[in-house]
């Protein structure tokens, strides 16, 4: 099976804060690894897909990097909405999806 | 807007089934490979099943082969997964979705599912 890591599991920062978040697979994903915000009681959504492709309607403070087993989600100023939980997610052609175990973005 | 609205959740005994549905609005629903991705309390992510436009390839988590069955009814609009056997582990929200770039782009809100006797 293709394990994901994600560091920190859990963030405290303030708002305005650069935050960076590090996704690591234990086998190549290539660069389809997608970001995932998840607010309590709320489906999950699509932020980055294909590693640093910014879905449409998400702010540009969002952006994406890397290849292959690892990969970083950065927020270059956090706002207050941005307070959630943030997964990475990879497919593999044999194994299909996997999420990482999450990072929980709190308020210092 | 594009929608999609799960439904068929409920509290099952272990070793019971359930059907989830899972109805899709504006969009070609009959193009897209679509996913069931659930949630356990307190717990991250997990894909369970996908299948393809025409329903002609299923895949599944290990975890769950040979008691779920997912499935799809294009003329409808309308996404399905079939849990046979259920598990006390398998209690979770579940997600439909639409998959895009190898990723979901589209979430239903989620149906819970809860295995308890």
């Known amino acids: 099976d293709i394990q994901m890591t994600q560091s920190p599991s859990t963030l405290s920062a303030s708002v305005g804060d650069r935050v960076t978040i590090t996704c690591r697979a234990s086998?190549?994903?290539?660069?389809?690894l997608a970001w995932f915000q998840q607010k309590p009681g709320k489906a999950p959504k699509l932020l980055i897909y294909?590693?640093?492709s910014l879905q449409s309607g998400v702010p540009t403070r969002f952006s994406g990097s890397g290849s292959g087993t690892e990969f970083t989600l950065t927020i270059s100023s956090l706002q207050p909405d941005d307070f959630a939980t943030y997964y990475c997610q990879q497919y593999n052609t044999y194994r299909g999806f996997t999420f990482g175990p999450g990072t929980k973005v709190d308020i210092k | 807007e594009v929608q999609l609205v799960e439904s068929g959740g409920g509290l099952v005994q272990p070793g019971g089934s359930l059907r989830l549905s899972c109805a899709a609005s504006?969009?070609?629903?009959?193009?897209?490979?679509m996913s069931w991705v659930r949630q356990a309390p307190g717990r991250g992510l997990e894909w369970v099943a996908n299948?393809?436009?025409?329903?002609?390839?299923?895949y599944y988590v290990d975890s769950v082969k040979g008691r779920f069955t997912i499935s799809r009814d294009n003329a409808k609009n309308s996404l399905f997964l079939q849990m046979n056997s259920l598990r006390a582990e398998d209690a979770a929200v579940y997600y439909c979705?639409?998959?895009?770039?190898?990723?979901?782009?589209?979430w239903g809100q989620g149906t819970m599912v809860t295995v308890s006797s």
């Open positions: 294909k590693a640093s």
């Open positions: 979705a639409t998959e895009w770039w190898y990723t979901f782009n589209i």
């Open positions: 504006t969009f070609s629903f009959s193009n897209s490979w």
């Open positions: 086998q190549s994903t290539s660069s389809w």
């Open positions: 299948i393809k436009p025409d329903g002609s390839e299923k």
